[in-house]
């Protein structure tokens, strides 16, 4: 709440739950954009109001898809299907797990195959599968959060994207294409030891909550030497294309700081 409330950042959270799952969350942080659907719904920071990130003509593709993950719903014991307003979810964590993997691999190739004339996608992840639009992912979804910022396309100050998921490879790919050229203070983190377009990895969900505490501790200090006239500000150093761990931003930050 803390890096949110200050007038400096911007502070985006993106998931795949839908609007009315995260204006409930985050109710009581109004100062927080949201993005619902990978993107699909976003609503900018002190605002109530959702915007669809691009229009969508045909959605006929969901009957289609809805039908043929019924079925393997229906034969996975332990399965179901979440249904959203551009996407469908067919959720197998609590399934048998060699028969929910099976299934999940047949269900792509045959998803796959039927939609192939839709502009749609297919993606995986732990203990999910997922068909959504080829378009509204979580890169695109940055994409415009960016253009938004910064009309004039010059690289912001600084960039800190975290995500544990697969769907949050968009992003990583994104910002490393877009930004990677720029001299911006860009870090990309997966969550978790695992092959990614990140940077930087975090082992655990709470050195997250760490590191985002350190940051919102630097620019409170930060400002508040700017605020006794100092003259020395925070440079984060640019990441080397390796993984690392939250003990490496807290040098940088310290770094920074001297």
């Not at 393997?72 to 996407?87: L, M, N, P, Q, V």
């Not at 969550?191 to 990895?201: D, F, L, M, T």
């Not at 003990?247 to 770094?255: K, Q, T």
Request: glycine share 8%; with cysteine.
């Amino acid at each position: 709440a803390a890096l949110a409330l200050d007038p400096r950042n911007h502070v985006y959270i993106m998931s795949g739950r839908t609007k009315d799952v995260l204006a409930k969350t985050f109710a009581g942080i109004p100062a927080i954009g949201l993005a619902a659907e990978h993107g699909f719904y976003y609503r900018s920071p002190n605002s109530t109001d959702w915007t669809n990130l691009d229009e969508v003509s045909d959605l006929s593709w969901r009957e289609v898809a809805l039908e043929i993950m019924t079925g393997y719903a229906e034969r996975t014991d332990g399965s179901y299907i979440e249904e959203k307003s551009a996407g469908l979810v067919w959720h197998y964590l609590d399934a048998d797990p060699e028969f929910g993997n099976w299934q999940a691999k047949e269900m792509r190739d045959h998803l796959e195959t039927v939609l192939n004339m839709f502009d749609v996608q297919v993606v995986t992840g732990h203990g999910w599968l997922q068909v959504r639009l080829q378009n509204m992912n979580k890169g695109a979804m940055t994409q415009k959060i960016l253009k938004e910022l910064i009309p004039d396309g010059s690289a912001p100050g600084f960039v800190l994207c975290v995500g544990d998921d697969r769907t949050d490879e968009d992003m990583f790919t994104f910002l490393a294409r877009e930004l990677g050229r720029h001299h911006s203070a860009l870090f990309t983190c997966t969550v978790g030891v695992k092959p990614s377009n990140a940077n930087y990895y975090l082992r655990t969900s709470d050195e997250v909550v760490d590191l985002l505490g350190l940051v919102s501790m630097t620019a409170g200090r930060q400002s508040s030497s700017a605020a006794a006239g100092a003259t020395t500000s925070t440079s984060l150093a640019r990441p080397s294309p390796r993984s690392t761990t939250v003990s490496d931003f807290r040098e940088l930050a310290r770094s920074g700081l001297q």
